[in-house]
């Protein structure tokens, strides 16, 4: 199964982008918190993307790719921003990981979150694949 959505790289395609996932989530029986990752590894990779992807005010989509076989979860993103690998952001390490002033905790959660985490650039595109185990499904409901 794959379905792919294109948005308007603004942070008011947040509340879309969820309702998209809350459907194809109940489409293809994805358990509650397996979704809440998914939600949160997609609105986090999509924020960061329009905060520091684009250095101009032109508009921009975000493509989103997601399928799912054997019970693993393929998520890819897709923009025209400014090349970044996010596998080489490494933030110092810090005791207070919560008094952090400069970002990175977002991908620290994607990481943790995903089973694994590539980054290709492609014709002046990024593009982000990341796999997740669905691991709260039943053998009855994987399609």
Do not use: C
Request: negative net charge; glycine residues 6%; aromatic residues 8%.
């Amino acid at each position: 199964m794959e379905k792919a959505f294109r948005y308007q790289s603004e942070i008011q395609a947040i509340p879309t982008i969820r309702n998209d996932l809350e459907k194809l989530a109940g489409d293809w029986g994805f358990p509650g918190s397996e979704l809440r990752q998914i939600i949160l590894i997609i609105e986090e990779l999509f924020s960061n993307t329009i905060r520091f992807a684009y250095e101009d005010e032109l508009e921009h989509q975000v493509e989103i790719r997601i399928s799912m076989n054997n019970g693993t979860v393929t998520i890819e993103m897709i923009d025209d921003g400014m090349p970044f690998n996010p596998m080489d952001y490494n933030p110092a390490l810090r005791t207070d990981p919560a008094a952090r002033d400069d970002g990175g905790m977002g991908l620290t959660l994607i990481k943790a979150f995903t089973d694994s985490f590539e980054y290709h650039r492609v014709d002046e595109r990024n593009h982000l694949v990341i796999r997740k185990i669905i691991r709260n499904k039943s053998e009855s409901d994987d399609q």
